[in-house]
């Protein structure tokens, strides 16, 4: 986790709290060390952005960090539908691989 770079996305935010992209950096650098605030960041983007397509690759791993098994069913089959309706085969082919893996282990 990079405190510097934390402060300047949380600045970023400030000035603008529909920032796509800041948000969804700030989810990934609390991903590893703080993964509620994570999933807060990455719900936020999905609320502000639901389209933003690679926020549930991510939310969803987040949440098998935290065994909340549950909630990263949602998020991979939420993924799946948006993704199927866009033009992003690559990160479309990447969710369904990690959605099979996960009802492989999980289910």
Sequence with gaps: ???G???QLKQ???EDPQDHFSRYALAL???ESIPEEAIRHFEK???INPNYT???YHL???YLEIDALEQAKVIYEAGLQILERSTDAHALKELRNAYQNFMFDYE
């Design 12 to 14: 970023f935010l400030e």
């Design 5 to 7: 770079r934390i402060g």
């Design 29 to 31: 650098e609390y991903k």
């Design 1 to 3: 986790m990079n405190e």
């Design 60 to 62: 969803a791993e987040t």
């Design 54 to 56: 690679a926020l549930y």
């Design 45 to 47: 983007l999905r609320e």
